[in-house]
């Protein structure tokens, strides 16, 4: 019995829409984690081509194993760059396969730098018809070579003799390919593979300051994608347990711990990426001058070729026209002359017209097919021009610079 004195106290029932905050997170974090498994079983459902369970392994084949037969190109580190089409328009990189089609239904190109708007094809033969050549389209996305699942192309057929990758059209900058690989698919190598895009190292680039993919620049299954569609799966079922349940109220706090949920998912995967990113930065550019940085840059060979040229050049500004079948080396060129008076396309790959070429100008060629020129006569001339008098004053494979008499 209450004291006479004391305060009375009024009697209210406990609020149902306040739901103990500890039992609905953990309610609302292991619905997120159900939604995930179920995505990817979905994910697995749809996308495995062939057997769950292969008793195949992937073969892969790397640079050194590709063939570059049509078009132009340079070795560059562990890939290599295609820097222009021949004279029918097509560059071409070929390797040797013998395997079964049945047991590799996709086949993975790994490359980057390609236009979104290129014409890439994926050729192969095989011993149904050794001497048809099929063909089939590779997607261009962010820049890489989507994969490609043969299991439903019909002449996808017996042992596959020779695979190629094509590209029609021109380059604007060159375009890099690692190697490829040809996978069994299964439930396990679709799942290995989505978190090797997840987890792929994103080297800086120039567009890194405004986007980043987030992982490999090709992704079948795009990350922050699942992690949205399982956050709003989780959300929906949390709703109706909670509208049951009369707890409706804490929806907005549950949305926005799965909201934060996810985010931290994406941002682990982005720290990791960054210390991976300033390792390599470190091992790269760490201890060295500005020359030494420059020559450990992407285009180092560049650099140093520009270097010799300009040991070459006058020590008072002069004209330098500079011509290259990429944009890239045109651009970087020009930069690495300045401060002469350096002429070139940023878009075109386009030539100096004779009568812009007067005595006393230079010419710097890099990486361009069509020139010809004859020591003897010290004649250059460039594909359906004429003839200009002209000096080689350093030649090099690949590269050289001409000066106009």
Not at 99 to 115: D, Q
Request: net charge positive; with cysteine.
């Amino acid at each position: 019995m209450a004291h006479p004195d004391e305060p009375q106290r009024p009697l209210t029932a406990p609020s149902a829409e306040s739901p103990p905050p500890r039992s609905g997170t953990r309610a609302a974090l292991a619905l997120f984690a159900l939604a995930l498994l179920a995505c990817l079983a979905v994910y697995l459902v749809l996308s495995v081509p062939g057997s769950w369970f292969p008793s195949a392994t992937t073969q892969a084949i790397g640079a050194r194993g590709l063939s570059l037969t049509l078009g132009a190109g340079v070795p560059d580190g562990d890939a290599i760059a295609i820097t222009a089409v021949d004279g029918s328009g097509v560059a071409r990189l070929t390797a040797n396969t013998n395997f079964r089609s049945a047991e590799y239904p996709i086949v993975a190109w790994n490359g980057f730098g390609f236009p979104q708007n290129a014409d890439v094809r994926f050729l192969w033969r095989s011993d149904y018809a050794p001497n048809k050549v099929n063909v089939a389209p590779v997607t261009v996305t962010a820049g890489g070579l989507a994969p490609l699942v043969m299991a439903s192309n019909p002449e996808w057929i017996g042992r596959i003799l020779g695979i190629a990758l094509e590209v029609r059209g021109t380059l604007p900058q060159p375009a890099r390919v690692t190697g490829v690989a040809i996978k069994p698919g299964g439930a396990w190598g679709q799942l290995t593979d989505r978190a090797r895009e997840w987890l792929a190292f994103e080297r800086w680039s120039g567009t890194s300051i405004n986007t980043i993919t987030g992982g490999a620049e090709v992704q079948e299954l795009p990350l922050p994608t699942l992690l949205v569609i399982a956050a709003v799966i989780a959300l929906g079922v949390w709703a109706l347990f909670a509208r049951r349940a009369r707890r409706f109220a804490a929806l907005p706090a549950v949305a926005a711990l799965l909201f934060l949920a996810a985010w931290a998912l994406l941002d682990a995967q982005w720290t990791a990426n960054l210390a991976r990113q300033v390792s390599q930065t470190r091992d790269q550019y760490g201890g060295k001058d500005w020359r030494e940085r420059h020559l450990a840059a992407e285009d180092g060979a560049l650099f140093a070729f520009v270097e010799r040229v300009r040991a070459k050049l006058p020590a008072r500004p002069t004209r330098v026209f500079v011509v290259a079948d990429a944009a890239y080396f045109r651009g970087r060129a020009a930069y690495h002359l300045y401060p002469h008076n350096v002429y070139f396309d940023p878009f075109r790959n386009a030539l100096p017209p004779p009568s812009a070429l007067h005595a006393g100008d230079y010419v710097l060629v890099y990486h361009r097919r069509g020139l010809q020129y004859n020591a003897d006569e010290k004649k250059m001339r460039f594909e359906s021009g004429s003839p200009i008098s002209a000096e080689a004053v350093l030649v090099e494979p690949g590269a050289v610079l001409l000066k106009v008499l």
